[in-house]
């Protein structure tokens, strides 16, 4: 038996956006050597990611063809950058839009994104991008998309899509997993085998990104349960958004979200029965990560020393801008040795430094001053270790202390693998404590990997922002008391 031919346009728009961040993200961030792509370029962006999975997965199929729709990449800031402009969100959709117009008909559209980008005067981006896809498509043609876990989403997705997939564990382990679960899901939907019926509910739960470590319990209950349902029932989809707070949008917090083939009933009762189960978790879920006060933490680390229980991880996880020194000024204050500090975002220090090279004298502060949340620059006395760059930037490392190193970097540097330090020059397995600035991402190569014996999560003690205390922040599109634990809302409403 043959089959029709299926054509599958493939777009990716993608931002972590950290609204409370005054620099916003425009058109030019979109745009460097790579970005947008388009075709095949498209298709190769992010091999092990949810691009990568969705067109392996698709290209397994015969007759089924992928046409990578001109799209921008992650701005060049990362997720270090506030709102996308207007303008941006308004040209590059425009332009995605009118190429699927102009290229159509297509059976199916895949939306690679990720859920937490936030655009001025579009209060829910993903779904507009959704109704906008729509309008051009027609209505029985299928929309699917995977999703970040930190998606602030709600039901205004699935009104104009017919299909996501939202990545289960925090590191993110599962995103390409979820793309081939799109593009098989996707296949089957266009050929009449799998008819989405979906439910979604909010979870008034609103929670700092830190506590969302899926390691622990009872996140990771959460996702076990996620997975006890897809294994009972065959053709269900289960979806947690653990929300990113840092968003100033109306559709943050936790959402769960089920997908079953054609039955409607299924698919809320799961839904039904995921929040019940999250709602219920509340008071340990925003518990089950303990976060330090930065003195406390080094005197956590002095003690594991001591004891031997080495290598520590010091994991200053609110430091939003990269030059925040409250770790740094706690860890000389405390005498810690053998400590690797990396890093200190600091652009001014690495261009006085051009022409550093190693063994010379080094006396300058560093760090600090970025804001209120960086606190004030440091002064280091030692010397110089190595300088070189790095990915087109420049890192120079400073010897000082007692068997202490100090990597400045011009940008923040979120380390997440002990890689990373050895391409910089360093031995990371020589040192007895290494202070990064990291949230969850880091547990993959110091956690997970068995690497680090003892890790302590610090932040200052002042509610900056990143740090937990979100009712320090100043929210406009959401009312934080409509929330656990800022205030006691009534679930199910
Ligand atoms: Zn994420």
Known sequence: ????????????????????????????????????????????????????????????FDGVELVGIESPLWPRTGSGSGWVTQDA?????????????????????????????????????????ARGVREVVGPREIIAATFDPHGNEDEAFLRHADLAFCGKYFPHYDSHLQGERAARTLVRAVRGAYRPASATVKVPIISPTVVQWTGASPWMDLVQRALTWEAREPDAYVNVYFGFPWSDVPDAGMTVQAITNGDA?????????????????????????????????????KRALATGETPVVLADHSDRSGYATWLLREIIAQELENTLVATIADAGAIARLDGAAPGDAFDMAVGGSADESAGEPVRITGTVRNALERSGQRWVSVDFGRGNVLVISPYLVQIMEPSTLTDAGLDPASFKAIAIKSRVHFRRGFDDSGFARTILLVEPTEPFLGAVRLDALRYENLALRAFYPYGNPRFPA
Not at 113 to 122: E, S
């Open 1 to 60: 038996m043959t089959r029709s031919p299926i054509r599958i346009a493939v777009l990716h728009f993608q931002h972590e956006t950290v609204t409370f961040l005054r620099n916003d993200t425009t058109i030019d961030d979109f745009v460097y050597p790579g970005s947008p792509a388009r075709g095949e370029a498209l298709l190769a962006s992010g091999p092990k990611s949810y691009m990568g999975g969705f067109v392996q997965i698709a290209r397994e």
């Open 265 to 301: 009933a299924l698919a809320r009762q799961i839904a039904d029965d995921m929040a019940h189960y999250a709602w219920q978790r509340r008071e340990t879920l925003l518990n089950s990560t303990r976060v330090h006060t930065i003195p406390e933490g080094v005197a956590l680390a």
């Open 89 to 129: 969100y308004e040209t590059f959709v425009g332009r995605m839009i009118a190429q699927i117009k102009a290229e159509g008909p297509f059976d199916g559209v895949y939306l690679c994104v990720h859920g937490a980008m936030a655009a001025r005067g579009i209060p829910r981006p993903e779904a507009e991008l």
